[in-house]
């Protein structure tokens, strides 16, 4: 599918699902619109049993400048739905990947924190930056800020506003690889790969687990006895050849 003006749209290949922003007049900056739409989408998404991860990206050559600021006129209503579309990335069953170029700011930022990991390239700028607009950062995209950096490292970016490079991001936690310049779409396709051979039983309890969940253990000791998931795993293993596992969420 061809990118077209202030759209948000999908593509499912091979078990991944690639969700990308598009705006490129104004460096995919998210209007209203644009909010509204992402929850929706990915709950179609999580719903199709051929999709085991999912990439959120940009097109072209930057990955969101944050919201439309024009947007902000029209009060508080774009500020909640950019955080129902940040929770609902965040609550996503399956890995999520932010894979960044260029810009990946504001609203930006929050999207590629809610996802599980993010893959950057090499020159990318990270800021969060409501200081620069008298805004209030939302509580809840505020604590997965600090979950994700520390309270230090965010309270450096939401007093200050200031843009950071890969370097302090990966430093930081903020991202978790960079890449040389060319190289960021040959090694998510790998990393993809790699997730979409795994047993979706483990990444489901991993990530509910790794994002605070604590009532689930009796859960998801029973789906590991009926899965069949770790007979297959420990088969594969002693035999020498990779599992096939069928658990899907």
Same mark, same amino acid.
Request: proline share 4%; charged share 20%.
């Given at each position: 599918?061809?990118?077209?003006?202030?759209? @948000?749209?999908?593509?499912v290949?091979?078990?991944?699902? !690639?969700?990308? @922003? =598009?705006? $490129?007049?104004?460096?995919?900056?998210?209007?209203?619109?644009?909010?509204?739409?992402?929850?929706?989408?990915?709950?179609?998404?999580?719903g199709?049993?051929g999709v085991?991860?999912?990439?959120?990206?940009?097109?072209?050559? !930057? &990955?969101?400048?944050?919201?439309? @600021? %024009? %947007?902000?006129?029209?009060?508080?209503? $774009?500020?909640?739905?950019?955080?129902?579309?940040?929770?609902?990335?965040?609550?996503?069953p399956k890995?999520?990947?932010?894979?960044?170029?260029?810009?990946?700011?504001?609203?930006?930022s929050?999207? /590629?924190?809610?996802?599980?990991l993010?893959?950057?390239?090499?020159?990318? %700028?990270?800021?969060?930056?409501?200081?620069?607009?008298?805004?209030?950062? $939302?509580? =809840? =995209?505020?604590r997965? #800020?600090?979950?994700?950096?520390?309270?230090?490292?965010?309270k450096y #970016?939401?007093?200050?506003?200031?843009? @950071?490079?890969?370097? +302090?991001?990966? +430093? !930081?936690?903020?991202?978790?690889?960079?890449?040389?310049?060319?190289?960021?779409?040959g090694?998510?396709?790998? &990393?993809?790969?790699?997730?979409?051979?795994?047993?979706?039983?483990?990444?489901?309890?991993?990530?509910?687990?790794?994002?605070?969940?604590?009532d689930?253990?009796?859960?998801?000791?029973?789906?590991?006895?009926? %899965?069949?998931?770790?007979?297959?795993?420990? /088969?594969?293993?002693?035999?020498?050849?990779?599992?096939?596992f069928?658990?899907?969420?």
């Amino acid at each position: 599918m061809e990118p077209q003006q202030e759209q @948000i749209f999908a593509e499912v290949e091979d078990g991944v699902a !690639t969700v990308v @922003i =598009s705006n $490129p007049a104004k460096r995919n900056a998210m209007t209203a619109g644009m909010w509204a739409e992402l929850p929706g989408l990915l709950e179609r998404l999580a719903g199709d049993r051929g999709v085991r991860a999912l990439v959120l990206t940009g097109a072209g050559d !930057t &990955f969101c400048a944050g919201a439309d @600021i %024009s %947007s902000l006129r029209e009060g508080d209503a $774009p500020q909640g739905l950019a955080v129902r579309a940040e929770d609902a990335l965040a609550a996503f069953p399956k890995p999520t990947l932010a894979a960044v170029r260029g810009y990946c700011v504001g609203g930006g930022s929050q999207l /590629a924190a809610a996802c599980d990991l993010r893959f950057a390239e090499e020159g990318a %700028s990270f800021g969060v930056t409501p200081a620069q607009l008298g805004i209030v950062y $939302p509580a =809840s =995209s505020t604590r997965r #800020l600090v979950a994700l950096v520390g309270p230090s490292a965010a309270k450096y #970016l939401l007093f200050s506003g200031e843009l @950071i490079g890969t370097e +302090r991001a990966l +430093r !930081t936690g903020l991202v978790d690889e960079v890449l040389p310049t060319g190289e960021l779409a040959g090694r998510v396709a790998e &990393f993809t790969r790699v997730l979409v051979s795994r047993s979706q039983l483990t990444q489901a309890a991993a990530k509910e687990f790794a994002d605070g969940r604590v009532d689930r253990d009796a859960h998801w000791a029973g789906q590991a006895r009926g %899965s069949g998931d770790t007979a297959e795993g420990v /088969a594969a293993f002693l035999e020498r050849r990779a599992p096939d596992f069928t658990y899907e969420v």
